[in-house]
């Protein structure tokens, strides 16, 4: 157990300079803990805020677009800690033919035997979905870490879903979800193409599938795409934004801000470990490499930049995620998981804990993956 002490407290939002008591869950917040019986961290110039959870991490990696040899290689522990995340969800991509939901299972075990939480979704980009048990429902109702299925709609490289198979799929989700007591998603890679979120409207409009279980991912890629989210979010759904190096997230935010839309259901991820892609006008790979899970951290600091207060930004990489995701993460309350950041002034990463273990301590990395140099 470990005692923080004298730190200023974002819970998302300020709470005060308090004392934080923490074993793998956060035990008690005080104005003032007297006990030399723990492990005393000085929190003195410091910040104390939930660790962030990253919802769309390709932790088998991702790519391949470019033939056999852009295949992206797994994440590694380290990666994510040093960047300030402690739960993250997996999931894959383009290749649903080479890479596998048994292979994405067994990393997403390697990771939480490391130390840190890690869910996944099974399916990818294609439908049918590829299944660990040949059934969307049983992958979802048997297996801990699958709360749900990813797809691709409106992209060149997706199966061109049909309406209908997309609201079976949609139903399978939500069944199984119900008698599993997990939080049940459907997130959507979208692309360019400009019937955009269209179909799912459709559902929306002729069935009672909740709204909130469709979850479309990189939402601000464009203009048409930016609207069917605001459309999306005001009916009461989430949609999840990508951090990148245009900052397209933040600007996104800014301006559902401006129009007064509900932002608790925004989120934002980074794609890390999958590739990103350029095409040429008949669809030829001009440029591709891999994202990093830094991104994440990097918008984070730039909505700070860009008249967010850390109270108003924290929420998108935090709390908002894990009530989407149905964690017990997020905030900083007695009883929520103990992942934590400490933050100096200027917001940059000093300690990371998670599930109680301190990962990073003074910006030194103390714990790395199985296999990973020194």
Partial sequence: MYLIKNIDVYNPKYIGRKDVLISDKIEMIEDHIDTDLFEIIDGHNKILVPGFIDQHVHITGGGGEGSFKTKAPEITLSKLTRHGITTVLGLLGTDGISRNVENLLAKAKALKEEGISCLIVSGSYQYPPITITDDIKKDIMFIDEVVGCKLALSDHRSSHVRTKELKRLASDIRVSSMLSGKCGILILHMGDEKK????????????????????????????????????????????????????????????????GLPLDHITVSSDGQGSWSTYDQSGQLLDIGVSSVSCLFEEFQYMLKNNLSLGEALPFFTSNVARGLGLNKGEIIVGKDADLLLLDQNYNIQDVIALGKIHVRNQKQLIKGTYEKD
Avoid: C, W
């Fill in 196 to 259: 955009a979120l269209s179909q799912v409207f459709k559902i929306i409009e002729s069935t009672d599938i909740p709204v909130s279980l469709f979850r479309p991912t990189h939402v601000a890629r464009n203009k048409q795409l930016l609207e069917d989210g605001f459309k999306l979010l005001s009916m009461g759904g989430y949609i999840d934004l990508t951090a990148e190096p245009q900052m397209s997230a933040t600007h996104a935010i800014l301006k559902a801000k401006k129009r």
